[in-house]
């Protein structure tokens, strides 16, 4: 039996659809600059300072 070959590969229907929102992007902008770090003895402290 032939295998049909129309589809595009996995990868390639993947990348396609991988394209954000302008408000996941904003979100993640203002995310990240609000996020702060803090080690303080072997232990890590994630603020969100909003």
């Known amino acids: 039996m032939a295998k ?3 589809r ?3 990868r390639e229907r993947v990348v396609e ?3 954000p929102k302008d ?5 993640l ?3 990240s600059s609000a996020l ?3 080690n303080y ?3 890590k ?6």
């Open 4 to 6: 049909l070959y129309s």
């Open 8 to 10: 595009k590969p996995r």
């Open 17 to 19: 659809n991988l394209v």
């Open 23 to 27: 408000e996941t992007i904003k979100f």
């Open 29 to 31: 902008l203002a995310y």
């Open 36 to 38: 702060s770090v803090i």
């Open 41 to 43: 003895k072997s232990k």
């Open 45 to 50: 402290f994630d603020l969100v300072l909003n």
